[in-house]
């Protein structure tokens, strides 16, 4: 209730034809984002690639490059945003996010060990270590959460707390190995750039959890009343719980493996998701997910085809977009205490 | 009694790590040297390097440390709450955006418009932090939130200044908050400021304690508490934009230093203020001579240390999540 | 009660879109990875029509080892030091990553030159390279290793160490492009070469074999020293200077004390432009006192060639350099 009241700005359409116009809507900027880049490639060209008669440096561009990053762009964005609703239902903070509970400065924290002290490993340890890193921050926050009976806005801000020392620990390495720091400026701002098919690989197998969540959205919806409510409906909330933020914290770390810790998307797109659709998590969960992937999407199109040939880093783009909105809403939000 | 030991024990320390920080070096001087060259200064080798190099790093270390604990306090008395902090608050990184951002588009600024930059970049993020996190009132977590938001937001436009300008790289380690190297010009350009703002702050401590006392209370005195706010915010851009103009975004050192001081003499802000500075300088003082040792024998920027002890006590003043009690 | 089983029959229908739309993403994303399998065999079949009958080199680097055959003509490099040792052969690559910096290629090539910009060193626009159908791809071993396979199915791809290489290290490197580009007689012609001129310059410095030298970058909050395992100082090692800091690190951050306590004889500064650390030291009596600045032997020298550039010719370069300010009293 409280969600609604402070989100209140529901649209007069029904829920299910916004999920199909948003569905839309990522499948034309899919197609715009094919033709934007270094190379422009206009969608009539675009259209002869895809019937087999294209010109062949198009369609190594297009298969090799820009099919793959727009397919990370929405698995990715998507991912992050469906985490960040699940937090924020799970946690009942509307501020709580990946970058808030310090998950993605863990995953960063590895990564960076992982680049400065064994810069031989293989390529794939990479993602590896900062899925651990992801998956260790997001024990420790949870071990805060259950010792303590804490407060939503205390794990809130001893997220934040973590992150500041992730962050410390980061600044170590990062002053201490200073010829190392370009790759991990790189990694630590999260960007598209150099990723594949590979990445696609990796983040496939989240689309398992996408059932799993269709399974538990009804229950999400009893569990957001609270606790109280909760057990005394006899949903056993304790355990949903553990389930549903091990669900959140797989989706961030597999994310954050791929493409490196891009900030904000999972704060932003279910905020919008929720003005737009309301709170019941059967339409919040896909709707963020889609806007996810209209965040990311937007952000790495705009990355490839502001500057070419030099790219922008999505994770700056999403910043620059995602905090002013984030500020916003902070200042609307009047209801944390 | 209790409160006059303390004052007499961290002078003492102050006075030590002043000493230990001048005798630690490259080149090896010991401590009877350091002594000397108090009472019978000659032009050799070791006492100029005394003079000109380890003593002047030490005094900006000092005033650094004092200034930033300094206004963490004063930043905790108007928002009363105990996470505020010129860290936490955006000030530092705001100061230190636009000091970047000078670095880059105007490398030849003189240092007095360099700690003018400071100011306005420290008020313009210490504002948008405050105005963002005080709608319906400023809670530990909005605080925490907008000022996480702030630093993030800063900290990306400064990586997009990178990529289109590699020499804005050289940059990076500047953002760490170094006091390594530091001169006289350094202690010349904190030193006005620091003074300044050190000592009407203490003058106004007591205002501050009515302020913390509680609105309420205070609104009896009207106008002045509105006066008394803007002029600690002031008073606050002063002290941590000076800070990072001389030695980059040092942290925590705002937000740590008046908790443990509060712990120890109570929570009046007459003398909270001028114990800060006292702590606050003596916690730089010491974690440079800390720094050194990390990467022995290179130097490490002091920010470092200051981070690992903060970011661990962040964490338990999070983890107690309540606000200072009144 | 009504109004409830509406509103669970609508949000069915909801589940049914939402879990709609994930299964026609997948479908969609498996038949592109099908598209791109047939790609990949299309262009292994590219490949292997257009093998000739010339022998194939195996060029070993620091991912492996990659075979050619032919002559590359359309060469890409990835790191400036490339475009030095390919200049050194007298080719030029069709596309460099300059940062857009254009001025930055024309100083060291010594002339304008036509080539397409990649981008950045750190983020080479990959879409870029492979529109100019290079047959041969050249990167660094630091930046580029997480790009390896993209480069790979664009065109040969050998990865080298450019920006942590030391001197000997470059020359190594510069074999091995000679090899790829299948010019090593010429390269072993120019090597030699090389070794002559800086020989031949070391011995008109006739320098006390005491003496030390210290290369430095300067910048406005910083001094970095270039120790002997450093690019710069272990050619001037070569040339009998001796390095003022010998150590296994090729960098250290120095504050003036530290400078004073190593004290060299010869003082290269790089500087930065703008802004100077050193600007500052020079009010100190300290500076007065170094070695270096009583005797007159403090230097500056182009930050782009000292440091950035590394290569055959810049080598010649900076050897020459050295003997002009160290050379004539």
Not at chain 1, 281 to 291: C, D, E, G, H, R
Not at chain 2, 31 to 36: G, I, P, Q, T, Y
Not at chain 2, 271 to 288: E, K, N, T, W
Request: hydrophobic share 50%; with cysteine.
């Amino acid at each position: 209730m409280k969600l609604k009241r402070t989100f209140g700005l529901k649209s007069t359409l029904p829920p299910y034809s916004i999920i199909l116009l948003l569905t839309v809507t990522v499948l034309i900027l899919a197609m715009v984002s094919l033709g934007l880049g270094a190379i422009y490639i206009s969608p009539l060209e675009i259209l002869q690639n895809f019937l087999g008669n294209g010109m062949q440096s198009q369609t190594f561009i297009l298969h090799n490059y820009r099919i793959p990053r727009i397919l990370i762009a929405v698995i990715v964005g998507a991912g992050l945003a469906t985490a960040g609703a699940i937090l924020q239902g799970v946690l009942r903070n509307p501020l709580a996010s990946p970058d808030v509970i310090g998950v993605t400065k863990g995953a960063g924290l590895a990564a960076v060990i992982v680049i400065v002290l064994f810069p031989q490993s293989p390529i794939i340890i990479l993602p590896l270590s900062a899925f651990i890193g992801a998956a260790v921050m997001a024990a420790i926050l949870m071990i805060f959460v259950y010792k303590k009976g804490a407060q939503p806005n205390t794990i809130a801000l001893v997220g934040i707390a973590l992150g500041a020392i992730c962050q410390a620990g980061i600044e170590y390495f990062m002053v201490k190995f200073p010829d190392d720091v370009n790759t991990t400026l790189l990694w630590l701002t999260g960007s598209l750039w150099g990723r594949g098919w590979d990445q696609v690989f990796i983040l496939l197998p989240c689309l398992v959890l996408v059932p799993v969540l269709i399974a538990l959205t009804s229950k999400m919806d009893v569990l957001s009343l609270g606790d109280d409510i909760a057990t005394g409906l006899g949903e056993r909330s304790k355990l949903l719980r553990y389930i549903l933020l091990s669900v959140s914290v797989i989706l961030i770390g597999v994310c954050v493996a791929a493409v490196g810790s891009i900030g904000f998307i999972g704060l932003i797109a279910p905020h919008i998701a929720r003005r737009v659709v309301g709170s019941k998590f059967k339409v919040l969960l896909p709707a963020s997910a889609l806007f996810g992937s209209i965040f990311l999407l937007v952000a790495d199109s705009l990355g490839r085809g502001l500057f070419p040939p030099i790219e922008i880093p999505a994770g700056i783009i999403t910043a620059v977009i995602g905090v002013p909105y984030f500020l916003y809403l902070l200042r609307r939000e009047r209801k944390i205490t | 009694m209790k409160v006059l030991c303390t004052a007499i024990a961290g002078a003492v320390l102050l006075i030590l790590g002043i000493l230990t920080s001048i005798s630690v070096g490259a080149s090896d001087i010991d401590a009877s040297m350091v002594l000397k060259s108090f009472f019978e200064a000659d032009s050799s080798k070791e006492q100029t390097i005394i003079r000109t190099l380890r003593l002047p790093r030490a005094l900006v270390g000092a005033l650094v440390g004092a200034n930033l604990a300094v206004a963490g306090a004063l930043m905790q008395a108007i928002t009363r709450n105990s996470l505020a902090s010129p860290q936490v608050f955006g000030v530092n990184a705001g100061a230190s955006f636009f000091i970047v951002s000078a670095f880059v588009f105007f490398p030849n600024l003189s240092s007095v418009s360099l700690v003018c930059v400071a100011f306005i970049g420290a008020a313009m993020g210490g504002m948008a932090v405050y105005s963002f996190a005080s709608g319906g009132g400023m809670t530990q977590v909005k605080l925490a939130l907008a000022g996480m938001a702030v630093h993030f937001f800063l900290s990306s436009l400064t990586q997009g200044m990178i990529i289109f300008n590699e020499q804005a790289k050289d940059v990076l380690y500047w953002l760490v908050g170094s006091i390594n190297g530091k001169t006289w010009a350094h202690v010349n350009m904190i030193l006005p400021w620091s003074l300044f703002g050190l000592l009407v702050a203490a003058m106004f401590s007591r205002s501050v304690s009515i302020l913390v006392l509680g609105e309420n209370m205070a609104q009896g005195l009207g106008q002045r508490v509105y006066r008394i706010r803007i002029l600690a915010g002031i008073l606050v851009i002063i002290l941590a934009g000076s800070s990072v103009a001389v030695a980059g975004p040092v942290g925590f050192v705002g937000l740590i230093i008046p908790h443990i001081v509060r712990r120890l003499v109570g929570g009046d802000y007459r003398r909270i203020i001028p114990f800060s500075a006292l702590f606050g300088a003596l916690l730089l003082v010491y974690a440079d001579i800390l720094a050194r040792f990390i990467a022995y024998p290179f130097e490490s920027p002091v920010g470092i240390v200051t981070a690992m002890i903060g970011a661990p006590f962040f964490l338990y003043l999070a983890k107690r999540g309540r606000n200072i009690k009144q | 009660m009504t109004g409830r089983v509406q509103n669970m029959r609508e949000f069915r229908k909801v589940r049914t879109f939402g879990g709609g739309a994930f299964i026609l993403l997948l479908a969609i994303m498996v038949m592109l990875s099908g598209c791109n399998n047939s790609q990949k065999t299309t262009e292994a079949e590219k490949t292997s029509a257009k093998t000739s009958n010339q022998e194939i080199r195996t060029i070993k680097h620091e991912m492996g080892e990659t075979e050619m055959k032919d002559t590359p003509k359309k060469i890409v490099t990835l790191e400036l030091s490339f475009v030095d040792s390919l200049n050194a052969l007298g080719i030029k690559p069709i596309g460099i990553s300059d940062d857009n910096k254009k001025e930055m290629i024309t100083k060291l090539v010594g002339q304008e030159m036509d080539y397409t910009s990649v981008g950045t060193r750190e983020q080479p626009n990959l879409e870029v390279i492979s529109s100019l159908q290079p047959d041969l791809i050249i990167a660094d071993a630091e930046r580029h290793k997480g790009i390896y396979k993209d480069l790979q199915q664009i065109a040969p791809t050998i990865v080298l160490k450019s920006r942590e290489s030391t001197y000997q290290e470059n020359l190594d490197s510069f074999k091995t492009i000679a090899k790829a580009v299948n010019q090593e007689d010429a390269a072993a012609k120019r090597l030699s070469e090389h070794e002559k001129t800086i020989k031949e310059l070391k011995s008109k410095l006739t320098v006390d074999s005491n003496m030390t030298v210290l290369p430095a970058v300067v910048r406005d909050t910083s001094f970095q020293a270039h120790t002997s395992s450093s690019y710069d100082g272990e050619l001037l090692e070569r040339m009998g200077l001796k390095n003022a800091i010998q150590q296994e690190l090729p960098h250290a951050e120095m504050n003036l004390e530290q400078l004073v306590e190593i004290d060299p004889d010869v003082l290269l500064l790089a500087n930065n432009e703008g802004k100077l650390l050193t600007d500052e030291w020079k009010d100190n009596p300290l500076w007065k006192e170094l070695k270096a600045v009583k005797n007159g032997q403090v230097y500056s020298v182009d930050r782009d060639l000292w440091t950035r550039y590394r290569g055959v010719v810049s080598a010649e370069a900076i050897a020459k350099d050295t003997l002009k300010m160290l050379g004539e009293e």
